[in-house]
């Protein structure tokens, strides 16, 4: 079937963006001309290029012609939850237990991570999440001893030290990494699933005005969890 004149202009122009021929900011050839091109009337034009400025791909402008849009991005707002309402929002019986927790000087990487001085004291935890008796989330978090107020003398033995935090310390930003992982050794054995089984890591660092407060990372096996983010789409526009 023979490609209706509206539809190749459409097309064409489409391609053109979506290929980065014309890049954002890039001014479009005046309708005028367009048809010219194309043989056929400037309404045609005005038509196809219409319908694309409602996609968002182009920008309109009566005194300066039409332009390729910048396109749009999307922010993700992901919440810090408390994995023990996680897992009693699933109608799971929650239950935690201490692995270790040892106060110790940072290492390199650490101190890079937290802004801190090398040597500088952390906290290095690590726990383990149950739903119904079974492994939901292993945890292991580093905290930077000098910004939390008393870290020192909490006890994690009951409470998990994700959620004393959500609880007690202020934070106003939460960098999130996300990504899947092969378990295998000492993750694999704690979360008791056989190795190479896939698992959701979620890699967190948060901190307030006066610095960076903890890196978590939290290793859930794959069937058992999901995230949810909110976007909203930033940009021109």
């Known amino acids: 079937m023979t490609?209706?004149?509206?539809?190749?202009?459409?097309?064409?122009?489409?391609?053109?963006i979506v290929t980065g021929e014309w890049p954002a900011g890039h001014?479009?050839?005046?309708?005028?001309?367009?048809?010219k091109h194309y043989g056929c009337s400037r309404m045609t034009v005005n038509k196809a290029l219409s319908q694309l400025s409602r996609a968002g791909l182009l920008e309109r402008n009566k005194k300066w012609g039409t332009f390729v849009k910048e396109p749009q991005t999307l922010?993700?707002?992901l919440e810090i939850s408390d994995i023990r309402k996680e897992v009693e929002d699933a109608g799971k019986t929650y239950s935690y237990t201490l692995l270790s927790d040892t106060i110790r000087a940072s290492t390199d990487r650490e101190a890079q991570q937290l802004d801190l001085s090398r040597s500088d004291p952390v906290r290095d935890?690590?726990?383990?999440?149950?739903?119904d008796s079974e492994p939901f989330c292993l945890e292991e978090r580093i905290i930077n001893v000098g910004i939390v107020p008393g870290l020192k003398e909490i006890s994690f033995d009951s409470v998990s030290p994700g959620l004393w935090m959500l609880r007690n310390i202020p934070w106003n930003i939460a960098e999130h990494?996300?990504?899947a992982l092969a378990a295998d050794g000492t993750i694999?054995?704690?979360?008791?699933?056989?190795?190479?089984?896939?698992?959701?890591?979620v890699e967190r660092k948060t901190r307030q005005n006066e610095g960076f407060v903890t890196i978590a990372r939290l290793f859930y096996p794959g069937d058992k969890h999901r995230?949810?983010?909110?976007?909203?789409?930033?940009?021109?526009?």
């Open 3 to 16: 490609k209706s004149l509206h539809k190749k202009i459409l097309d064409d122009v489409h391609s053109k």
């Open 27 to 35: 001014r479009i050839p005046f309708e005028t001309d367009l048809a």
């Open 75 to 77: 922010s993700a707002a």
């Open 125 to 131: 935890i690590t726990c383990l999440h149950f739903a």
């Open 177 to 179: 990494q996300i990504h």
């Open 188 to 201: 694999a054995e704690m979360l008791q699933v056989p190795d190479c089984y896939p698992c959701l890591v």
């Open 227 to 237: 995230l949810v983010a909110s976007f909203t789409p930033t940009g021109a526009g």
